[in-house]
T-cell receptor, first 110, second 112 residues
């Protein structure tokens, strides 16, 4: 089983739609969780951290379910500019390494 | 504030050649990382460093070497380039106690 797994997509949604991505992780000792965004042929950039109680940043909501070992990202009122690949990132706490999922590609259309 | 700077941005190598990808950060970050990203795939950790003089292997270290003589610089050396090393290479850094990675813009390497 991969350490971090994501559905690669693509998720094709119309502008204004709500879309959700899940990510599962295998190491129950994982301590920190993040969503990064990567535009085509660009470097990844932090979108948001994921906290145990769930957190929101504008149209984006992240949640963590430790019992089931998954994190989620919900995007409301999708914009064309949200089109990107969303990378799930997990810190297992071992030597400060962050493990990346393969990413979920989102395409928002008119 | 330049952040993380990688050079070169693009490079084509012949099989068996060697080269060094340069990475410099000006944020005084202790931790530095090299990742590779193959098409349609996630980032795989090649090597990382927790401070000057300290390096360690990541998930896919074979065919690569690194050094960390200063806090700012973390070069990645490819010896005897192979087609399997065709990829986009990202250098990243972060400070102690922070989990957020700052990435360079990437170096696109093709081995023919």
């Amino acid at each position: 089983r991969k350490e971090v797994e994501q559905d690669p997509g693509p998720f094709n949604v119309p502008e204004g739609a709500t879309v959700a991505f899940n990510c599962t992780y295998s190491n129950s000792a994982s301590q920190s969780f993040f969503w990064y965004r990567q535009d085509c042929r660009k470097e990844p950039k932090l979108l948001m951290s994921v906290y145990s109680s769930g957190n929101e940043d504008g149209r984006f909501t992240a949640q963590l379910n430790r019992a089931s070992q998954y994190i989620s990202l919900l995007i409301r009122d999708s914009k064309l500019s949200d089109s990107a690949t969303y990378l799930c990132v997990v810190n297992t706490g071992t030597a400060s390494k962050l493990t990346f999922g393969t990413g979920t590609r989102l395409q928002v259309t008119l | 504030n330049a952040g993380v700077t990688q050079t070169p941005k693009f490079r084509i190598l012949k099989i068996g050649q060697s080269m060094t990808l340069q990475c410099t950060q000006d944020m005084n970050h202790n931790y530095m990382y090299w990742y590779r990203q193959d098409p349609g795939m996630g980032l795989k950790l090649i090597y990382y460093s927790v401070g000057a003089g300290i390096t360690d292997k990541g998930e896919v270290p074979n065919g690569y070497n690194v050094s960390r003589s200063t806090t700012e610089d973390f070069p990645l050396r490819l010896e005897l380039a192979a087609p399997s090393q065709t990829s986009v290479y990202f250098c990243a850094s972060r400070s102690i106690g922070a989990n957020v990675l700052t990435f360079g813009a990437g170096s696109r390497l093709t081995v023919l």
